[in-house]
């Protein structure tokens, strides 16, 4: 089944502990992206990757790394979390950027 | 910085009436328009895309959008409500010269029986 899945679904930490949420797409997507989610602002991108190798920076960068070593991997990193980072988190990937994104079912983030 | 608005973060219709749900962008450049749905503790899914072809997009479940260019518009519709179209609407945009997402900050539908 073609999916993007995100590990974990849920997770609580304290501020400053250094996380990873991991995503991964069996489509062989070029493109991958990572939003994040609050209430009354929408969907944010954080990151995005044209391909492996290619990562660049959305319109919340702060606080956050990317990496794409493979192309089917495109792990968040937070190296230390703060509470603004309380959120619901969204990995999507598409063959292109200009294609459909399909997006998976999504991270809650609580940092106390 | 490219901006895209959704007016009305709350619109609630009865059954089978018409829905509509607004979204205006800013952009100089000609834009990728997209609309989807996100239904309750789920992802988000593509309802339609607008790429530079016709300018009335027809998409799943019964909604289209037209895109307008002298309006910065790109509102959709459906003609008659049903109970399973409730769910937060996002309307997104890309730019042919970029390679970021914007989305807008969304719409809860209600549908009334």
């Known amino acids: 089944e073609a999916q993007v899945t995100q590990n974990p679904r849920y997770l609580i930490t304290v501020t400053g502990k250094k996380l990873t949420v991991t995503c991964s797409q069996n489509?062989?997507?070029?493109?991958m992206s990572w939003y994040r989610q609050d209430p009354g602002l929408g969907l944010r991108q954080i990151y995005y990757?044209?391909?492996?190798?290619?990562?660049d920076k959305g319109d919340v960068p702060e606080g956050y790394k990317v990496s794409r070593k493979e192309k089917r991997n495109f792990p968040l990193i937070l190296e230390s979390p703060s509470p603004n980072q309380t959120s619901l988190y969204f990995c999507?990937?598409?063959?292109?950027?200009?294609?459909?994104?399909?997006f998976g079912p999504g991270t809650r983030l609580t940092v106390l | 910085a490219q901006s895209v608005t959704q007016l009305g973060s709350h619109v609630s219709v009865s059954e089978g009436a018409l829905v509509l749900l607004r979204c205006n962008y800013s952009?100089?450049?000609?834009?990728?328009l997209f609309w989807y749905v996100q239904y309750p503790n789920q992802g988000l899914q593509l309802l339609l895309k607008?790429?530079?072809?016709?300018?009335l997009v027809k998409g799943i479940n019964g909604f289209e959008a037209e895109f307008k260019k002298s309006e910065t518009s790109f509102h959709l519709t459906k003609p008659s409500a049903h109970m399973s179209d409730a769910a937060e609407y996002f309307c997104?945009?890309?730019?042919?010269?970029?390679?970021?997402?914007?989305f807008g900050t969304g719409t809860s539908l209600t549908v009334i029986p």
């Open positions: 999507a990937s598409s063959l292109r950027w200009v294609n459909e994104q399909f």
């Open positions: 489509m062989n997507h070029e493109y």
């Open positions: 990757s044209m391909n492996v190798e290619v990562t």
């Open positions: 952009s100089s450049v000609p834009p990728y």
């Open positions: 607008y790429t530079s072809a016709a300018t």
């Open positions: 997104a945009v890309s730019l042919s010269t970029g390679n970021q997402f914007y």
